[in-house]
């Protein structure tokens, strides 16, 4: 590992998830006892781990006392199984649930990108539908959504992602290689700056527990987007009187920017839209400190 990916595991831990004890890794910043209205829960996207958010929790910390984060199953630092686990987008909410519960989290306000975009969905949906546990009382102050495909039908997936959810995907990951990993990301994340830096340390995470060649598993989550987008998801968007912000880069080329202004006018009429001018899809990795502005901005009307 690198430095920074090494330093950033020193500072975290391991829980253990289900039946069979697959190991997830876990980090906080700052008091553990902070109420929830100081708390941020985040979420990671694909093909991503909780290391994206690196450059950005010393600013998120400007505003918030507690910020916890960890690493979905089949990512980053936790276990990345064969067998013995689905890549639902339910299982990962009940993995988020289980993070929460471990550290004894009553609520806090939810950030998310990507496919955490949609994990973050199937957990409002829970919220609408009152089944949350009991031990999560304070429940979610707000919701964030940055960059990630909530309107399937909206997003223009790229030819090596359709691959993937096919019978040949598992195929194709055997091939995966960092030129055409570099090649995927740069065409995702749009003309917006991108490091090389910030795409090998995506590389590294998905190097870990050989990660590169199971992303034909990882990303079955947009399965469970075609099934349940309509049916459970988007309603309960429209339906909640949570705080919702609606935060976009628009150099997006796969989750668009026509996205974000169809769950403005179509879905969450309520909900607060920042368009991030000149960010791609990995807005907190191209330009970390123009993110936080965009991301922070919304909290400051908030309690």
């Given at each position: 590992m690198s430095p920074q990916l090494l330093d950033w595991k020193s500072r975290g831990h391991f829980i253990e998830y289900g039946t069979f004890k697959h190991r997830i890794f876990v980090r906080q910043i700052g008091d553990v006892s902070a109420p929830p209205q100081k708390t941020l829960l985040l979420l990671h996207g694909f093909p991503e781990s909780s290391f994206s958010f690196h450059q950005v929790v010393e600013g998120l910390s400007t505003?918030?006392?507690?910020?916890?984060?960890?690493?979905?199953i089949g990512y980053g630092?936790?276990?990345k199984p064969l067998n013995n686990f689905g890549y639902s987008l339910f299982e990962q909410a009940d993995i988020a649930l289980k993070v929460w519960e471990s550290l004894h989290i009553q609520g806090g306000h939810l950030l998310a990108h990507d496919m955490g975009n949609s994990v973050a969905t199937e957990l409002l949906a829970r919220h609408e539908n009152n089944v949350l546990p009991a031990w999560f009382g304070q429940g979610f102050q707000s919701i964030t959504f940055t960059n990630g495909s909530i309107v399937l039908q909206l997003a223009k997936l790229r030819v090596t992602q359709k691959i993937l959810l096919t019978s040949y995907g598992k195929y194709l990951s055997k091939l995966v290689n960092f030129p055409l990993f570099k090649h995927q990301i740069k065409s995702a994340h749009g003309n917006a700056p991108l490091s090389d830096m910030a795409i090998n340390n995506l590389w590294e995470n998905n190097l870990l527990q050989d990660g590169h060649k199971k992303s034909y598993?990882?990303?079955r989550y947009i399965k469970d987007r075609r099934r349940f987008e309509k049916p459970r998801w988007l309603p309960a968007l429209s339906t909640t009187n949570l705080?919702?912000?609606?935060?976009?880069?628009?150099?997006?080329?796969?989750?668009?920017?026509?996205?974000?202004?169809?769950?403005?006018?179509?879905?969450?009429?309520?909900?607060?839209?920042?368009?991030?001018?000149?960010?791609?899809?990995?807005?907190?990795?191209?330009?970390?400190?123009?993110w936080l502005e965009y991301v922070l901005n919304f909290y400051k009307d908030l309690n």
């Open positions: 505003r918030f006392d507690h910020i916890v984060l960890f690493d979905m630092l936790s276990d598993l990882t990303i705080p919702i912000h609606i935060c976009w880069g628009d150099q997006d080329q796969v989750a668009r920017v026509q996205m974000a202004y169809y769950l403005k006018e179509h879905v969450c009429k309520n909900a607060t839209l920042s368009i991030m001018k000149g960010l791609g899809h990995f807005c907190q990795l191209g330009n970390p400190n123009k």
